[in-house]
């Protein structure tokens, strides 16, 4: 048997209408607020995300399920080159695994040696290359053979550059193109998050132009992390995002506040009280700075005891130190100076303001100096609300400010923003006690008994359809034991006999499955009694 993969999970119903509810009311919220919905890419370049959410988080260092597609130049260009070359008569070595498949259509004596060079974007390893000719030629003239030939592989628009330098070193080099048809290589991610495809976009369809700043996403992303409850490989997120050049104001603490509120909002209009806002402040690219500094020197002393991860991170980004998850580290961590002691004037300022609109908004917060969130686009404002009943995985959602993220993907000029992410499938968990609240329920199962039945009971359930009720229709060649037993199954609230007697009455059988209860009532009323009695 196939059976979903490891971390990823079937949404079945009734839990679905959960899903649907939560995504309602989320949207609705939205619109209040004037947000408007954005749907980006599954995937993106990889490079995106390595840009965007750092290299040295855990999302992208170990988290990312990335795939390289396109054809492999490597392949495609050895192939015509050795079919344009038939001179070439004897084959020595054939060095990489695959290149026997590409080859099997050419007769072995037609192939002559093939040495692959990969010369990245970076630049060409020339001095790799030298070195390689230079032993294969001792090689070859201790054999009394000839030497090698060499396959060069460079990108198209490197091709002319690495020519001219290869040419000036008195290697032989023969012109190649990409073949027609040719589908370059890429790296492909599917998205871990959606901020930076969210911002990715705004650059790319020049979106302040057309005064979209306000935007908000649902939908899934993926981590390859190790599946738990509260924790998937494939889970979804609400996002939302405000964004936009200094002069629309998307930089003032009132966006911020405002953005809590409106979570503080949607929350409770959910239902959900038991939560706990946290905020602090993660500087910005100055105090940063000078906290990183810091934070090496503190590291410095300590950081051979710790795992290897803080180990480079202590050398590469040490705020990703606060990250980590060993238990053995969690007393070195918990010793580090604090962020706060390293903000300048106008991240202190900015956060002060938004504390002080947050407490003019009556939204309640606690300040936590240790909350630094795991991907490094955050500046200056970074939250976490936290829910009660969800255990180990009790983050319901996160975000922050991001002043200079669209920069670092190529904005033409500053879009400072601010969003959050709720991880939808624990706000689900948090919600499911309140499930057969949020669940619309059937209201009613209609049960024809006796001849010809079927098709009067077909218009009544068709009326108390469009009257807005939820309505199962059974069948006749069912017993009525069988359909009470279906109406039972399926949670109806009422079952409704549809009989040869109700019919000349236009009064029907309507019995509560709950208490028992069974009345009479006029076709007319009907409806308005289903109605009546389940909003009690
Ligand atoms: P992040 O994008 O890491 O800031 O996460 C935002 C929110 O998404 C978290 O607070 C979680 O509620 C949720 N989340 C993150 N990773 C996962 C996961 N692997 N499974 C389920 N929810 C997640």
């Not at 949404?11 to 408007?36: C, D, K, S």
């Not at 290299?55 to 490597?74: A, L, Q």
């Not at 073949?179 to 976009?201: F, K, M």
């Amino acid at each position: 048997m196939i059976k979903a993969v490891r971390g990823t999970r079937d949404l079945l119903p009734p839990e679905t209408a959960l899903w649907n509810f939560v995504e309602t009311q989320a949207r609705e919220v939205f619109r209040a607020y004037n947000f408007q919905e954005i749907r980006t890419p599954i995937f993106e370049a990889t490079e995106l995300f390595a840009r965007g959410v750092g290299e040295e988080t855990d999302i992208v260092s170990k988290e990312m399920y990335t795939f390289r597609t396109g054809d492999d130049p490597r392949w495609v260009l050895a192939t015509k080159w050795l079919v344009t070359r038939p001179k070439y008569k004897k084959i020595e070595q054939l060095r990489r695994p695959g290149f026997g498949q590409v080859f099997a259509g050419l007769r072995e004596d037609d192939v002559w040696e093939i040495v692959i060079v990969e010369i990245g974007a970076g630049g060409p390893k020339l001095a790799a290359l030298k070195k390689m000719q230079a032993e294969r030629q001792s090689l070859a003239s201790a054999a009394g053979e000839r030497p090698s030939r060499y396959v060069l592989v460079v990108p198209s628009s490197e091709a002319q550059r690495v020519s001219g330098l290869i040419n000036q070193d008195g290697i032989e080099v023969q012109g190649l193109e990409m073949p027609e048809g040719y589908d370059p290589p890429e790296s492909l991610t599917l998205r871990p998050e959606n901020t930076a495809g969210v911002v990715r976009a705004y650059i790319e369809h020049k979106l302040w132009d057309r005064g979209l700043n306000k935007l908000y996403y649902i939908g899934p992303q993926f981590r390859r992390e190790r599946p738990q409850k509260g924790r998937y490989r494939q889970f979804y997120q609400i996002g939302a995002e405000v964004i936009g050049p200094s002069s629309s104001g998307s930089e003032h603490p009132i966006r911020d506040a405002e953005l809590l509120e409106m979570l503080d909002t949607l929350l409770r209009r959910l239902g959900i009280a038991d939560f706990t806002l946290y905020i602090n402040s993660v500087g910005d690219a100055q105090d940063r700075a000078a906290y990183n500094d810091a934070l090496r020197k503190a590291l410095q002393p300590v950081v051979g005891q710790m795992c290897a991860d803080c180990q480079r991170r202590a050398v590469t980004n040490p705020l990703r130190v606060f990250d980590c998850k060993v238990p053995e580290d969690q007393p070195v961590i918990a010793t580090l100076p604090v962020i706060s002691s390293y903000l300048g004037e106008a991240s202190r300022e900015h956060f002060q303001n938004v504390q002080a609109l947050l407490k003019e908004a009556g939204v309640a917060f606690e300040v936590n100096p240790r909350l630094v969130r795991g991907l490094d686009y955050y500046t200056r404002t970074a939250f976490e609300f936290t829910h009660g009943a969800l255990g180990a995985q009790n983050a319901i959602l996160g975000g922050g400010r991001y002043d200079g993220l669209a920069e670092l993907l190529g904005s033409p000029q500053p879009a400072p923003g601010i969003g959050f992410a709720i991880g939808e499938d624990r706000l689900v968990m948090a919600l499911q006690a309140r499930a057969s609240e949020a669940t619309a329920g059937l209201d009613v199962y209609v049960a024809p008994v006796g001849e010809g039945m079927n098709r009067k009971a077909l218009r009544l359930a068709g009326d108390l359809r469009r009257e807005g009720l939820t309505v199962e229709l059974g069948d006749r060649s069912f017993r009525l034991k069988k359909m009470f037993e279906a109406a039972t199954k399926a949670g109806a609230k009422y079952i409704l006999i549809v009989g040869e007697n109700e019919i000349k009455a236009d009064s029907f059988s309507l019995k509560n499955l709950a208490t028992g209860e069974q009345v009479s009532v006029p076709r007319a009323e009907l409806a308005q009694r289903i109605r009546e009695q389940h909003s009690r």
